[in-house]
């Protein structure tokens, strides 16, 4: 089995996770000084709705992104899967009118994301948006305009500070486009107050997943919750090939409960807005003998009392500004359990950095 301080000091997925702080700081100072968001704005237009498109980790990126977008500037969006585009246009796209596409791709490569791109544009007219790391991708050039981040790019085959800075751009560019949302502002005050929270967090991490014996995991939001949710199930996946599954937090009491026994880890990203009904659950699962996680922004004394490990972030803002920072607890969480399972994060089995197809 690997050590893990060893694999702490030589990791480059872990270095890229406690890189974000620092990374979400040039991300969106960089967008500041080059005006990016300025331009997408006026090149993009209003729209009547809005569709986030993006495969695997890009596509629980769109649903928070979606989640965000409707909440931050009221027009409706939504989220989908490019293959659901390419395997049925008729059903997704029935109604194109006044429609505006954003297509996410780290790579700006992946194959599925780049056709839906061509797709949007060439067959239905819709315009564009691309948003990714790489430079010269093809999905650039497919695209009417693109977001390319630069210091969001990584070199582990699972995404993390991609995931987390592209997620923020989206956020940034729907507080802009709602000239009265005091968002913007708040957002750029996330990035310092997690930076000194970070190591902390981590080395907490760690020290729980080596002391903690479960087998399976379950995570648990609601609202734009559940998009961090689904992604903290596939980071637990990728990174240590554990069982997971996602749930509505409020859904869980509706047969899934049955599962619930110690060696069951239950990870529950909580809302402001649903804080009180989602925490009366959390308590409930503790009760049925659950390993039981709460992250949120602030815990109250009965979810202290019902919680085996706490990631409270306190964060004075828009709970939407909480989203990023509650992922990279996930990825800490999936990182040290496949450190803890003999697995190596760096080269996680079966993946590729890339999905191209023929």
């Known amino acids: ?16 996770i406690l890189s974000q702080p620092q990374v979400w700081r040039d991300t969106l100072n960089e ?51 490019a293959s659901e585009l390419l395997l049925f246009p008729e059903l997704t796209l029935a109604r194109s009118a006044g429609l505006q596409a954003v297509i996410i791709s780290r790579s700006g490569s992946t194959s599925e994301a780049v056709r839906a791109a061509r797709l949007l544009s060439r067959e239905y007219g819709v315009p564009t948006l691309g948003l990714t790391c790489a430079a010269n991708s093809p999905l650039a050039a497919e695209c009417v305009v693109t977001i390319r981040l630069s210091t969001a790019d990584e070199q582990s085959v699972v995404m993390t500070r991609s995931f987390t800075s592209m997620l ?8 802009r486009k709602n000239a009265e949302s005091p968002f913007s502002a708040s ?38 919750f559940h998009a961090i949710a689904r992604e903290a199930s596939l980071k637990i996946t990728e990174m240590s090939c554990s069982y997971s599954q996602v749930y509505h937090t409020l859904e869980f009491r509706h047969g899934p409960k049955a599962i619930v026994v110690p060696e069951v880890c239950l990870t529950f990203f909580l809302s402001e807005s649903g804080y009180q009904a989602e925490a009366e659950v959390l308590s409930e699962m503790k009760e049925l003998g659950g390993t039981i996680i709460a992250v949120c922004n602030r815990a109250s004394e009965s979810v202290r009392r019902s919680s085996d490990f706490i990631f409270e972030l306190g964060l004075d803002g828009p709970e939407l500004a909480t989203l990023a920072p509650f992922a990279v607890f996930a990825q800490l969480l999936g990182f040290y359990t496949g450190i803890k399972k003999g697995l190596n994060p760096d080269q996680p089995r079966n993946l590729s950095r890339v999905v191209i197809l023929d």
């Open 31 to 81: 967008l500041n000084a080059n005006h990016s968001l300025q331009m997408v704005g006026e090149k993009t237009g209003s729209g009547s709705h809005w569709l986030f498109v993006g495969c695997g980790t890009s596509y629980y990126l769109a649903e928070a992104a979606a989640a965000s977008w409707t909440l931050l500037t009221g027009q409706p969006a939504r989220a989908l899967p």
């Open 187 to 224: 957002l750029e005050n996330m990035p310092g107050h997690f930076s000194k929270q970070i190591q902390a967090l981590s080395n907490r991490t760690e020290a729980f997943v080596a002391g903690c014996k479960v087998a399976d995991y379950i995570f648990l939001g609601q609202g734009p």
């Open 1 to 16: 089995m690997h050590s893990t301080r060893t694999s702490e000091g030589h990791s480059f997925t872990l270095r890229e």
């Open 168 to 175: 923020l751009a989206l956020q940034q560019l729907a507080g």
